[in-house]
């Protein structure tokens, strides 16, 4: 009843390896498509990138990099990969059926519920003990990491801020969340028939690949959320917009700092009480329940926000 028809006789096993194969040659590709962009829209020699691209001169050559390497990163092997398993590539990654407004409302505040949360758990993270060593090689990256978001976060305009919401907010949105949410969780829900593990080895593997150690457990707890809210809906587009309304939140912030400070703080709202974390947790809960019984879908882990029940609930 609940099998899904467009699926090809392909073990979900295999589409996980599929997907993984696909995503390493993704980051070796996307990695060397953007040596030929930096060299047309710079003139300069890809030896000099990493020293340059923090240059504000070649911020537009940063952006277009950014773009296209995520888009062939994540996107293409997660697309390519639903297109392997199935002749409906975008239903099998969740992006079918009509959004809702009172789930997407939902999705909203459940990240911005999460804040509190996020932030405690920043604050544990900072706690973790690290040698000097490590200590100096994660400090150097995290540092490395705010001066491109200063850099892409440039608001001379306000078309600059709708640019960043583009780049910085929109664009990870809905590549990451079809690579993970779409494409990762499914394929593991489907094959190891354990959804909140899915969702639990998902979110790490998405922490993982942001390399950032002092945002580990945050990103961790934040790709949680996303899967829980895709998991309840069994539509990809309430975790897009949730993603999105994250990062969004972000730029303006910044965006709100530059234009009255002509500076901008990476780490404002980034610490939290542990008792404002609880009061989060709380929230959130009451809030899953409220997306799960709006949602009123029921999520088979062979069939993923793909089978026909959960279509017509969408539309229902």
Do not use: C
Not at 289 to 316: E, G, H, M, Q, W
Request: proline letters at 4%; aromatic letters at 12%.
């Amino acid at each position: 009843m609940y099998e899904n028809q467009y699926q090809r006789k392909i073990e979900p096993g295999i589409e996980v390896l599929i997907l993984i194969g696909l995503l390493i040659a993704g980051l070796i590709v996307g990695s060397v498509a953007t040596i030929p962009v930096w060299m047309i829209m710079t003139g300069k020699s890809p030896l000099d990138m990493a020293k340059d691209m923090l240059n504000p001169a070649y911020v537009d050559a940063v952006k277009a990099m950014q773009v296209i390497s995520t888009i062939i990163m994540f996107f293409i092997p997660a697309y390519v990969t639903a297109r392997i398993v199935t002749k409906k590539p975008f239903a099998h990654l969740g992006l079918n059926g009509g959004v809702k407004l009172n789930r997407a409302i939902l999705a909203m505040l459940i990240m911005f519920a999460a804040l509190p949360l996020v932030a405690s758990l920043a604050e544990l993270n900072k706690a973790i003990p690290l040698t000097a060593s490590a200590k100096k090689f994660f400090d150097n990256m995290e540092s490395q990491y705010a001066e491109q978001v200063k850099l892409m976060a440039t608001f001379k305009t306000p078309t600059d801020y709708i640019g960043a919401l583009f780049i910085i907010a929109l664009m990870p949105a809905i590549v990451e969340e079809v690579f993970f949410r779409g494409s990762l969780q499914s394929s593991l829900t489907r094959s190891i028939k354990v959804p909140w593990l899915a969702i639990i080895i998902t979110s790490v593997i998405f922490s993982v690949v942001h390399f950032s150690w002092y945002g580990f457990i945050p990103r961790v707890a934040l790709g949680m959320l996303l899967g829980y809210i895709f998991y309840y809906t069994g539509n990809l587009w309430y975790s897009i917009i949730g993603h999105f309304f994250n990062n969004a939140l972000m730029v303006t912030v910044l965006y709100y700092q530059y234009t009255k400070d002509k500076k901008i703080d990476m780490e404002v709202g980034e610490s939290a009480p542990w008792w404002a974390g609880v009061i989060s947790a709380a929230v959130l809960v009451g809030l899953f329940i409220l997306l799960k019984k709006f949602s009123a879908t029921k999520v088979y882990p062979d069939s993923l926000a793909n089978n026909n029940a959960s279509i017509n609930r969408f539309n229902s």
